[in-house]
């Protein structure tokens, strides 16, 4: 929702899926017209395409994005925002971890 345009293979990378799962997830979301593609010309004069989403896609999203903000607020209730930080840096060190061990 924040990076509309984002080329197909970049927004694989940020999933951490594999480019053909990517390509999979996005033909069902187009065809639920949740999405559309655009060919973009891009460095070397390679083709690739776009992503952008639909007002449909948008829709879906925000709710998305309300049920992990309401989420956030429970789980996080009784922290301090000092606990919150610890918390953020603990998880982020993890996920550097796994990212760095995979096998």
Known sequence: MEQEGI???ELAQQ???EPATM???LQ???AGGLIQKESLTVSGGKRAYGIYLTDLGRSY???VNDVVDRMEQLALRD???EEKQTL???LERLTKN??????
Request: aromatic share 4%; with cysteine.
């Open 23 to 25: 390509t999979s997830l």
């Open 61 to 63: 999203a925000q709710k």
């Open 98 to 103: 796994i990212q760095e061990g995979q096998i």
């Open 7 to 9: 080329v197909q293979k």
């Open 15 to 17: 999933c951490h899926v």
């Open 88 to 90: 953020l840096s603990l």
């Open 28 to 30: 069902k979301m187009c």
């Open 79 to 81: 922290f301090t925002q």
